[in-house]
C-alpha cells in the first residue's frame, strides 16, 4: 500500500547530541518526501522536503536525503537545541494532490 | 506564511449538535484540505477541494461534510458531533507555487463533550 512509517517516540536528548528520526515509505515510483514540524499549540510547518531520488532537502540545520534503495528519508541534526523540542512529521506525496503522514515522532531536548 | 486562518480556535459543545469550522486563505490557492489529529494517528485526511464546488472524501470522511461556494472559503461541518469527533482540526492547502507543498492553519481544538 502507500504508507509512512517513522519511528516511534518520544525521543529524549541533551542539548547537543546528535538526532536521527527514520522514516521509511511504500509507494509506487518515486514521490515527493517531506519533513514537517510542529511546536507545541501550533500548526505543522514545512521543515524540508526532496522532490527526486538522491535529494538532499535541508534547513535549520536538518538534513534528510532521498534513499530510493532503501525507500527512505530519515530526519537528522548533528546538534540539537532546546529549541528543537517538537513533534517531526515524515509525509510523501499520495494520489489525487494529496500527503501521505506518518504519525509522528515527539522530541524533547533537554538543557 | 500562506494566508491561512481557521475559525474558531477553540470549541467546546454538546453531543448531537451541528459545529461548523471555516478555513480562510488569501492567497487564491485552488487546493484545500481539512485533517484531524489524534494521539497515535498523526494527520488524517477528512475531506479536500480541488476548486469550487469540487470536493472529494479523505480517509475519514464519515460524519463529516464540506462545502466550498468560493475559492477563499473552506467550510467543515458535523452535522451531529459526536465524542470521537474530539480532535485538532487543520485546514491546509496546497501552494500554487511550490507544487505539491502543502501549507498548515493553526488549527482548531474541538472538544465534544
Known amino acids: 500500500g502507500n504508507s509512512v512509517t517513522q519511528m516511534e517516540g518520544p525521543v529524549t536528548l541533551s542539548e547537543e547530541a546528535f538526532l536521527t528520526i527514520n522514516c521509511t515509505y511504500t509507494?509506487?515510483?518515486?514521490?515527493?518526501l517531506f519533513w514537517y514540524v510542529q511546536y507545541p499549540g501550533e500548526g505543522l510547518q514545512l521543515l524540508l522536503k526532496a522532490t527526486k531520488a538522491d535529494d538532499k532537502g535541508s534547513n535549520k540545520g536538518f538534513e534528510a536525503t532521498y534513499r530510493k534503495e532503501t525507500t527512505s528519508f530519515h530526519l537528522e541534526k548533528g546538534s540539537v537545541q532546546v529549541s528543537d523540542s517538537a513533534v517531526y512529521f515524515c509525509a510523501r506525496k499520495g494520489g489525487s494532490e494529496k500527503l501521505v503522514f506518518g504519525k509522528g515522532t515527539k522530541l524533547t531536548v533537554n538543557p | 506564511d500562506a494566508g491561512i486562518t481557521q475559525s474558531p480556535r477553540h470549541k467546546v459543545t454538546e453531543t448531537g449538535t451541528p459545529v461548523t469550522l471555516r478555513c480562510h486563505q488569501t492567497e487564491n490557492h485552488r487546493y484545500m484540505y481539512w485533517y484531524r489529529q489524534d494521539p497515535g494517528h498523526g494527520l488524517r485526511l477528512i475531506h479536500y477541494?480541488?476548486?469550487?464546488?469540487?470536493?472529494d472524501k479523505g480517509e475519514v470522511s464519515d460524519g463529516y461534510s464540506v462545502s466550498r461556494s468560493k475559492t477563499e472559503d473552506f467550510l467543515l461541518t458535523l452535522e451531529s458531533a459526536t465524542s470521537s469527533q474530539t480532535s485538532v482540526y487543520f485546514c491546509a492547502i496546497r501552494s500554487h507555487r511550490e507544487g505539491e507543498t502543502q501549507y498548515f492553519g493553526p488549527g482548531t481544538r474541538l472538544l465534544v463533550l
Open positions: 509507494a509506487t515510483g518515486y514521490p515527493s
Open positions: 477541494s480541488y476548486g469550487v464546488k469540487d470536493t
